[in-house]
């Protein structure tokens, strides 16, 4: 045997002894054999239902489990969560052992709002700064007499309202408390009907909250039913420093107060009025061209074409435009706004069943501003077909979000291949992207394999891939699952894409 091939041996007596020791290594290497901060950091990925079901396994993980770290956003709403607090005795406990100067958010339903948490939840959570209560369900309150803490630090409050409790009694103990509020959130119980039958209560004295919040940055008035204009007003006399204003679904605005709205409130940059009666009248009365506005929704509001025009040609910086369902917005809204106005910063446009809208106004208005869009959505008109799309798309080259499609069955088939091919190749950074067109009206061939892989390939910022629920979702969902990427690919039933991603404000204005 000569010095290579003994050399050769040795290599390959090494290599397997090297093996076997590594695989006896792997035999005694387990879960359990991981650092505690190892474990912490798998465990932080987990929801807190899960963590309550790990806490069983064993001694250690029950140790971790209850990290404090783990606890810092808690909702105990059990149908947000799976979370359910049997007893009052046991959510102080929680709050004491599990939860304390870690807690940053945290989400309570009626029964677990007394006075005797939240006096707990101010003396052991000082670093509390969120806080959701849900009134939604109740049909009365608890006592709040004995109340003489509540947490000092919010900057975030959402209060879910009922439609019959009065929240006054609660409400008086903590106005002391809440002046370093910065966003609020009021929810009510909107529902779409033409005529409310049963009689309509201000359950909360929205007057009375102005005086006790002068510091809020942004407010979220959504589907109350009793919020009318001087309810704005109220707030506008005295949040100096309002940035957003919310009244999405508040259909008793009408705007009468928008131009005092604007003259108090010189910081104000996003206004959301989807769904209102605002009155064009109303409208026209303010003074767009020295406002700071430069987000504004006004969908389904019923304004009329000389007011959109007027409006939009006077606004000197918007970004972002939601001017959805309106009749009055056509070509004409169009032209001028092209023309006369200022849209060389808009960045988001929803001009979602805007059904006097033709092809070549938008391709003209495209053509000059479309490069700038990060989103778009055209989606509720049965003549907006996949044709127009692909003339744009090579435009669109910045979009992040784009919507797309009726769910009206059409007498034209959408070619989807192409038109995925065309959306992976313009547009990188795509992020969200929906396609409502049924199932029915959506042509693919046997290659569309190909297009789809072009698309998961090259837009890999994609978050989100709406389609309404049918063989080619289910073809596009098995290729993406094939690539571990799992969330991406969803239905219209479960989830819909919109601009309001796009919104300086976005984080916020969520709420659960």
Partial sequence: MNAWDALNVDVSALARDDLNSSFKRSRRTTIEKLPDKVLLNIFSYVSHREICRMARVCKKWRMIAYDTKLWKHVSLRPEISGLHVGSLESLLALISIRFGPSLRYIELPIELITHTVLHELANKCPNLTHMLLDFSTAMQLHDFSEMQAFPTKLKYMCICLSEVIFMEGFMRKIYNFINGLEILHLIGTYEKVEEEEEEIYEVINVHKLKSATPNLRVINLYGINFVDDSHIDAFSSNCIQLECLAVNFCSKVTGSTMKTLFQRSRRLRCLLMNGTSLKSEYVMQVEWEKSSVQELDITATDLSTECLIDMLTRIPTLRF?????????????????LEVGNPRNLVALDLNSSDNLTDEALHKFLSKYGHQLWGLNLSGMTHITDSLWQSVLPILTNAKILIMGTNERLGVNILVDQLMDGIANNCPHM????????PENLRFSDKSQKAIDTMRVKCLKLKCLVLSDGRYYEVVKANFERADRLTVVRTTTNSTVSNYYLLSNYTDLIFN
Avoid: Y
């Avoid at 939601?322 to 070509?331: E, K, V, Y």
């Fill in 431 to 438: 992020e969200r992207l929906e396609l409502r067109w049924d």
């Fill in 321 to 337: 435009l939601s001017a959805g369902q309106l009749n009055g917005f056509n070509d004409s809204v169009l032209k001028n706004w």
